[in-house]
C-alpha cells in the first residue's frame, strides 16, 4: 500500500462549499478496488479525504485477471444476455 503523488493533479468535482474546482493531490490504493484520494479545493482552499470504490464490471476485458473481477452491472448483464441472444 503506497502513496502515490500525481503529476498532475486532476479533476474531481466542484466544491460543496465555494463551487470552485475540487482536486485530487494525492491518492493511496487500500484494496485493487479501493482508493483513499486526498482532495483540495482550487477556490477557498477546503482540503478533505474520501474514498474512490470500483463496485461493478461493466463490460468483460480481454485479459481477465480473476483476483479484479467484479459483478457485472445491472446494465451490462441486460446487454451481454442481448448479445447471447443474437448469436
Not at 37 to 47: D, H, S, T
Request: aromatic letters at 4%.
Amino acid at each position: 500500500m503506497q502513496e502515490r503523488k500525481q503529476s498532475k493533479p486532476s479533476r474531481s468535482g466542484n466544491c460543496a462549499h465555494c463551487g470552485g474546482r475540487v482536486q485530487t493531490r494525492t491518492s493511496r490504493e487500500l484494496h485493487i478496488h479501493l482508493r483513499t484520494v486526498y482532495l483540495q479545493c482550487q477556490g477557498c482552499g477546503w482540503k478533505g479525504v474520501g474514498e474512490l470504490h470500483i463496485k461493478h464490471d461493466l463490460a468483460r476485458p480481454c485479459v481477465v485477471n480473476k483476483e479484479a473481477l467484479l459483478p457485472l452491472a445491472p446494465a451490462a448483464i441486460f446487454r451481454e444476455s442481448l448479445k447471447s441472444a443474437e448469436a
